[in-house]
């Protein structure tokens, strides 16, 4: 039934007019008597979702998505042709993502009371046919999980990966281009009354977003020279995902403007980092954020993550507001809508104060097998922390993937003293950027080099930052045991043997009084109890967690 390139039919004139007819067609679309003999199910139940530009109608093991003829801006559809045009977008869109959910367009032909999909006559509209999957397995309805967020986190870095970049004489990703949406958002929410505190609130993010924005020109400039302008999802939030078939699948990605889907790769994590805040799912927000900056590599995207998440949180109150404005809802969906748009201009302001926190630095230090990447996976959860680990950035300094093999003896290949210098610069370099930007650094290495340490802690106290030694200790046949075991799985970034933990057992220099000062000692025998490290990082470093 579907029809993947259909025209509209010029030859038989339609009585039909969107403006005045599409209720009468949306409530047709509704009747089993629309579609196709067996389709519908044995009880007539069409499930009709509505949102502020389309309506969907699902329909046994099919979904049909029909475009409102509406234009609010940001978008147009208010023509036949557009309508149709921005179907076809969406089909090559998101056959990038889900080939398997997105099927083609279907013809509705018939008349607005008794349309019919896939016959012969003048076409009123066009749906986009999908194959349907339960609405309880997209995410806004699921219970999300770790081992989830790390999928999501590595899908949404290939993906990326994966689109070329913008062409440099296009008008995309300029940091003009990035500021328009912007302000059309605050031109669409102030159209709508919401009240004087909205509109106070409003003001504030509009004058802190401009200042951002020209802070950040130069910056924004670089990461499109630098090819972080892609195209995108471009409306990327657990809504728009879905499990099927147990893998997290993209889908709905944005069609209409082509600018705001041709966007820096940080905008569109800082969506679907908003959005899992805005759940309350904080905790899982920090492990996708730190997931994905691992597997892109693109920590730099963190100097521009405020003002995108300030503009994703209003993007999503600008929806609301449309909504608000278009008069059909009941008193109850209007309060909650009133109330979920203040939220977001609420969540939106607590972007703008990050970079106002004093950050910390914070260093592992121990031999290979003390437990030093299982401790920071679990702090980068309880801070806002980024979690720099020295065995994944060498590869990537060295072009090889996180968990590659890479054949090289112990002090040869990526493993020569030049090259331990060369990662130890790298991790440098990215802690002091990403305490600028208002974030905990953690660094996971061995750090047994006093030299070493002596370099991080200047660091710190040239950038203000909070300075902890986190020290991880066990007895060397526990460690030989957790080392033969790493290694057997076959599964860890690093490459470290017993031969390495050897020549670091003999060689690693002790803390000076002064480092025993800002240390905390951990023994991994046992354990940590998470709350007594995090109480005594809080010590060291003067700094609560909600700091």
């Known amino acids: 039934m579907a029809n993947p390139s259909p025209d509209l039919d010029r030859d038989s004139p339609s009585p039909y007019e969107a403006s005045r007819d599409f209720p009468r067609l949306v409530a047709g679309l509704r009747r089993p008597a629309a579609y196709p003999p067996g389709l519908v199910g044995p009880d007539g139940t069409i499930e009709h979702l509505e949102t502020h530009i389309s309506h969907v109608f699902l329909v046994g093991d099919r979904a049909y998505k029909l475009k409102k003829p509406v234009n609010l801006g940001f978008l147009d559809f208010s023509t036949a042709e557009r309508r149709l045009e921005f179907c076809r977008e969406e089909l090559r869109l998101n056959r990038r993502l889900a080939p398997e959910l997105y099927l083609g367009l279907v013809a509705v032909t018939g008349t607005p009371d008794q349309p019919r999909l896939g016959r012969d006559g003048p076409v009123l509209e066009y749906l986009v046919e999908m194959r349907r ?40 990703g300029t940091p003009e281009a990035v500021l328009a949406p912007m302000q059309e958002n605050f031109r669409q929410i102030r159209a709508r009354s919401l009240g ?36 995108c999802h471009g409306d990327l939030h657990r809504g728009n995902i879905a499990l099927v078939k147990g893998e997290p699948l993209f889908f709905d990605a944005l069609e209409f403007a082509p600018h705001l889907r041709w966007i820096d790769t940080a905008s569109e994590l800082a969506f679907l980092l908003m959005d899992l805040q805005e759940a309350g799912e904080e905790v899982l927000a920090r492990r996708l954020l730190n997931a994905y900056l691992a597997e892109s590599g693109d920590y730099e995207a963190l100097q521009v993550l405020d003002l995108y998440q300030v503009y994703r949180a209003l993007v999503r109150a600008k929806v609301l507001a449309i909504r608000l404005g278009q008069g059909d809802l009941t008193d109850e969906e209007s309060a909650a809508d009133h109330q979920a748009c203040a939220a977001y201009l609420a969540l939106a302001q607590s972007y703008t104060r ?3 926190r004093r950050p910390r630095l914070l260093l592992t230090c121990g031999l290979s097998g003390s437990g030093k990447s299982w401790l920071a996976s679990r702090l980068r959860e309880a801070l806002p922390l980024i979690h ?3 065995d994944v950035e060498r590869k990537r300094l060295f072009g090889f993937a996180a968990e590659e093999r890479t054949g090289s003896p112990t002090d040869g290949g990526i493993y020569t003293p030049e090259a331990g210098a060369r990662t130890y610069d790298r991790l440098r370099e990215l802690a002091g950027m990403i305490l600028g930007c208002g974030y905990d650094v953690l660094v996971d290495a061995t750090f047994l080099r006093r030299e070493q340490r002596q370099v991080f802690r200047a660091l710190a106290a040239d950038r203000g930052a909070g300075f902890a030694l986190l ?11 957790r080392v033969n075991a790493r290694l057997a799985v076959g599964a ?55 700091e």
Do not use: K, N
């Open 133 to 172: 999957f339960d609405q309880r397995d997209r995410l806004d309805h699921c219970v999300l999980t770790p081992e989830l967020i790390d999928r999501l986190a590595t899908r949404l870095a290939a993906f990326h990966a994966g689109l070329p970049p913008a062409a440099a004489d296009s008008p995309y």
């Open 354 to 356: 990050l970079r106002e």
């Open 388 to 390: 720099l680990r020295s």
């Open 471 to 481: 020290v991880l200790e066990a007895p060397i046949e526990v460690l030989r045991a």
């Open 492 to 546: 860890d970034p690093s490459e470290a043997g017993l031969a390495v933990l050897e020549r670091q057992f003999r060689g690693q220099e002790a803390l000076d009084e002064a480092e025993r000062s800002q240390a905390l000692v951990i023994d991994t025998t046992h354990p940590p109890v998470m709350e007594d490290i995090l109480a005594g990082l809080g010590r060291l470093t003067g700094l609560g967690l909600d």
């Open 196 to 231: 004087e505190e909205c509109q106070a609130g409003l003001d504030r993010l509009e004058a802190w977003t401009l200042a951002r924005w020209q802070a950040l020109t130069p910056v924004l400039a670089q990461r499109r020279a630098a090819g972080r302008v892609r195209e």
